[in-house]
């Protein structure tokens, strides 16, 4: 069965950087896009960014454009957000979601399956 | 940019009672629309996807509708399981973005 595992959160001063590792198993991690999506305590979802299947992609939201990079690992059928410059606003649970396109096709832009998130927590 | 409207922010109705939720974009989103189920402490479920397509294993009480901006989810026969609250999600490709609405928290009477 389709499992998505979020670790790397934490409490991290504002400024400081941080790395979410998502490790994927149950499906081929390498023929579908991936996403992270976080929600603030008590908040709504916000979407955060999305890579393609083969990485040759990547799209983020303006909150967070310029401060945080969506990678992956195929070989690892791992998922990453590198987050710099942390602002207390970043404080939220980060899940990473899998696309619901089909195998190397073009992206859904929705999501079928979901971590149980991680929570990053920025503050001093 | 898009901006979506979804409504009531909260609703309190009995076992049984058809439920309905509406999600408004400010612009014409075709059906790229979808509805997810969030339970307290738990990640998003997909229910329905492009606006009227339930999402395999989801019952068939839960059912979306609409196109262009204004759209419609539906619950026919309440059940305590579906206390939790719901969203509504809006995808564009020329710009890529992704926005979800501001959630429906639903409640048992």
């Known amino acids: 069965q389709v499992q998505l595992v979020e670790s790397g959160g934490g409490v991290v001063q504002p400024g400081r950087s941080l790395r979410l590792s998502c490790a994927a198993s149950g499906f081929t991690f390498s023929s579908y896009g991936m996403h992270w999506v976080r929600q603030a305590p008590g908040k709504g979802l916000e979407w955060v960014a999305v890579?393609?299947?083969?990485?040759?992609?990547?799209y983020y939201a303006d909150s967070v454009k310029g401060r945080f990079t969506i990678s992956r690992d195929n070989s690892k059928n791992t998922l990453y957000l590198q987050m710099n410059s942390l602002r207390a606003e970043d404080t939220a649970v980060y899940y990473c979601?899998?696309?619901?396109?089909?195998?190397?096709?073009?992206?859904?832009?929705?999501?079928?399956?979901w971590g149980q998130g991680t929570l990053v927590t920025v503050s001093s | 940019d898009i901006q979506m409207t979804q409504s009531p922010s909260s609703l309190s109705a009995s076992v049984g009672d058809r439920v309905t939720i509406t999600c408004q974009a400010s612009?014409?989103?075709?059906?790229?629309l979808n509805w997810y189920q969030q339970k307290p402490g738990k990640a998003p479920k997909l229910l329905i996807y492009d606006a009227s397509n339930l999402e395999t294993g989801v019952p068939s009480r839960f059912s979306g509708s609409g196109s262009g901006t204004d759209f419609t989810f539906t619950i026919s026969s309440l059940q305590p399981e579906d206390i939790a609250t719901y969203y509504c999600q809006q995808y564009d490709n020329l710009p890529l973005k992704i926005t979800f609405g501001q959630g429906t928290r639903l409640e048992i009477k």
């Open positions: 890579i393609w299947y083969d990485g040759s992609n990547k």
């Open positions: 979601a899998r696309d619901a396109g089909e195998p190397l096709g073009e992206l859904s832009l929705y999501f079928d399956y």
């Open positions: 612009q014409d989103i075709s059906n790229y």
